[in-house]
């Protein structure tokens, strides 16, 4: 026997909430500001004048109605835009480190295992803190962990990806349990200041642990990973930008999508890879009881399980949303799902999957023990 099971999770989010009305709120009255600061601009053709945006437009075009946000004041105030973060002293866990140990010491909680029994640490992230040293080892140290640990990223696909090297490590032999931790801190990341992104991201982290022969949880059956090359999902920042001839502005770098180049390519891709998993194994998708998806918007995900599944009649359990009320969480929302809708009976199946930037596409079969 050497079945490969997650058998924990555990999750970090901030306490307080923002609604769309508050996000609203806040960017018309910046909107408001700019237009009448560049009024004359306006007028003579020089620059456009910025248009408002509404709950409505952001039920429509993503199906959020709240997220959590590491610094709601300054991301919300009118004259800043932003949250505020600082640079963080060699003496001081990173604030990624500190998500990460919080969600994993709930996993490792729910699970029922300790740290001397963890060989491995993966951290997979869209948004990392710093180049390195990793954060996965500072990590590992923070918690008294044995054994390795390293960063991986894959947009927002990271956590699909780092379960499936968790499980390559477990199955080689390397590792018996690997604790893998996604934190995404997307909010840094995020132009509040743009009107067709600047609702979507909420801040989260989720940690998962993998073990070789246990006789709870999750076992994995199978692992699809997919990549096409497209830049319509990008982020810049980098170290080239401080030597680059061609600046660009700070706002210019962060994350920018195609949105609707991005619905069109990615669904159909995505329905695609997890039709061929099913067929792969000879499983039949009414024999899926879940389909845990990357939370980018309620529309996509309905279409990727209808193009699946055949039919777009079917209950919303089946295909569960806690983007409504986290907002996306980047690589972290697919496994977001699985662990507030996990409530499978022994030998019920499920579809983990996340998608995103690259494009990257990693789907995890599933079996409740």
């Not at 996000?23 to 306006?42: A, G, H, P």
């Not at 195609?258 to 000879?282: D, H, M």
């Amino acid at each position: 026997m050497n079945d490969i099971s997650i058998i924990g999770t555990g999750l970090w989010y901030p306490e307080e909430i923002t609604t769309n009305e508050e996000i609203v709120n806040s960017y018309n009255t910046y909107v408001d500001n700019f237009n009448e600061v560049n009024k004359l601009k306006i007028a003579e053709g020089s620059i456009s004048a910025l248009a408002h945006s509404s709950e409505e437009f952001i039920a429509k075009a993503s199906g959020i109605k709240t997220r959590r946000i590491i610094d709601k004041k300054n991301s919300l105030d009118p004259e800043l835009m932003r949250p505020v973060t600082k640079n963080e002293d060699e003496s001081e866990l990173s604030l990624l480190a500190q998500v990460g140990i919080s969600a994993a010491k709930k996993a490792m909680e729910n699970a029922d295992i300790s740290a001397d029994q963890i060989d491995g640490v993966i951290l997979g992230t869209s948004h990392s803190g710093r180049n390195y040293p990793a954060i996965a080892i500072e990590i590992q140290e923070e918690l008294g962990i044995n054994g390795y640990a390293y960063d991986m990223l894959v947009g927002c696909s990271s956590t699909t990806f780092a379960i499936s090297n968790a499980y390559t490590d477990i199955a080689s032999g390397m590792a018996d349990t690997v604790l893998v931790i996604n934190p995404e801190i997307t909010t840094p990341g995020l132009s509040f200041t743009n009107r067709d992104v600047h609702f979507i991201f909420g801040d989260g982290c989720v940690a998962t642990i993998l073990q070789r022969n246990n006789s709870k949880g999750f076992k994995v059956l199978d692992r699809k990973l997919v990549t096409k090359f497209s830049n319509n999902i990008r982020s810049d920042l980098s170290y080239f930008n401080r030597t680059a001839s061609n600046k660009k502005s700070s706002e210019e770098l962060l994350f920018y999508q195609n949105g609707r180049s991005v619905f069109k390519e990615v669904c159909p891709l995505v329905a695609k890879t997890i039709t061929e998993q099913l067929n792969k194994n000879n499983i039949l998708p009414d024999e899926i009881s879940k389909f845990w998806l990357h939370q980018a918007n309620s529309k996509m995900i309905r279409l990727i399980v209808s193009k699946v599944i055949g039919s777009d009649d079917f209950d919303e359990n089946l295909a569960p949303l806690p983007m409504q009320d986290f907002g996306n969480l980047a690589s972290a929302g697919s496994m977001f799902a699985f662990n507030l809708h996990n409530d499978l009976k022994s030998g019920e199946k499920g579809i983990v999957c996340s998608f995103g930037a690259g494009y990257s596409i990693g789907s995890l079969l599933v079996e409740k023990i």
